[in-house]
């Protein structure tokens, strides 16, 4: 069989010739910034721009699984806000550190699971699901803090906030998403686990009949969705010094367009987290570029919803593009 009529070799090319887009892509930008934007690669811009971009990288890691197994989460942003507003009140009620963010975790858990249980068990469309827990969980946390916000924190989490790894310039709060995602790398790409993941989004009628509990790997997922926003929230709690219900608003935007821009197919069943972590590095960039040249978050926000719609559009011509050369193989197999 050639490779344009095996549908593995098809796929493997797609995602291939993506990431190999991407790389080029960030490659472009960053020669771009380093010619036209001054300072651009000094170690404190850099440091500053992986600092910046911390809480994104956390919640695109079980974005990518929920998309891949056909499913999506709107809520991370305001699960994010709700707990660091949870762990800002922790931490003034005279709770220690490590208790608050124990907790903290678990509320997102928690938060996790009743996206989970309304998905699997009420069967309602997560697109729609959280597109209402966004709402509710945002609104919660302006009911437990109104628009004020906790500000005095204890030293061991505003230094994790602001201080870098000892003799590198590399931030702290990144820390954590540099051990996260190769855990879950291995976790989408080697296990048992993953492997319902991909089979779920794949085609849920084949994957029910194969004996996987669709419901159980898709509950699974909100809660892990929900305990990493958490995390996120944590760590965007220690870099800003500030705990409030409009933390990080607008944010789930970043991280969809990173998981779609990174390859991952928005019908599900598709998607790696190397092209992931390269466009999660290419919006970093551009979003640092346009920040230094004082452009605001409106209009970055603007160039951030292109790359969405591109990504889009550029996957989707692909495909048509791979589906006809595979027709072309076919007939000249069939005519040979």
């Given amino acids: 069989m050639s490779a344009l009529t095996d549908p593995k070799s098809t796929r493997r090319m797609r995602v291939d010739s993506w990431d ?55 809520s991370v942003a305001s699960i994010l806000a709700l707990c660091s507003v949870v762990l800002g009140l922790l931490v003034q009620a005279g709770l220690p550190l490590i208790a608050a963010i124990l907790l903290s975790l678990c509320f997102g858990a928690l938060l996790g699971a009743v996206n989970g249980v309304l998905v699997t068990w009420a069967g309602l469309p997560s697109l729609v699901v959280t597109l209402g827990t966004m709402a509710l969980f945002r609104g919660v946390g302006y009911v437990l803090l109104g628009t004020g916000s906790v500000n005095i924190f204890p030293d061991a989490l505003t230094n994790f906030g602001i201080d870098d790894v000892p003799g590198t310039r590399i931030p702290q709060v990144i820390v954590p998403f540099l051990i996260l995602f190769p855990l879950f790398a291995v976790a989408l790409g080697a296990t048992p686990f993953g492997r319902r993941v991909y089979a ?29 926003s958490a995390l996120a929230g944590i760590v965007y709690t220690a870099r800003l010094a500030n705990a409030r219900a409009n933390n990080a608003l607008g944010m789930e935007l970043d991280v969809i367009t990173i998981a779609l821009l990174g390859g991952v197919s928005v019908w599900g069943g598709k998607g790696r987290l190397t092209g992931v972590l390269l466009a999660l590095v290419l919006v970093a960039l551009i979003r640092n570029i346009l920040g230094i040249n004082q452009i605001g978050g409106d209009a970055q926000g603007m160039v951030v919803g292109l790359l969405l719609i591109g990504s889009l559009l550029v996957s989707n011509s692909t495909g048509f593009l791979v589906g006809w050369l595979r027709n072309i193989g076919a007939i000249q197999r069939s005519g040979g």
Avoid: C, H, W
């Fill in 20 to 74: 190999l887009l991407l790389a080029v892509l960030t490659l472009g930008v960053l020669v771009y910034g380093a010619v036209t934007t001054p300072n651009f690669l000094s170690a404190f811009n850099l440091s500053q721009l992986a600092a910046g971009v911390a809480e994104k990288a956390l919640l695109v890691l079980p974005m990518v699984l929920l998309i891949i197994a056909r499913e999506i989460d709107l």
């Fill in 200 to 228: 779920v989004g794949g085609s849920p009628a084949a994957a029910l009949y194969s004996g996987i509990d669709i419901a159980r790997v898709r509950f699974a997922l909100f809660v892990l969705s929900g305990t990493v």
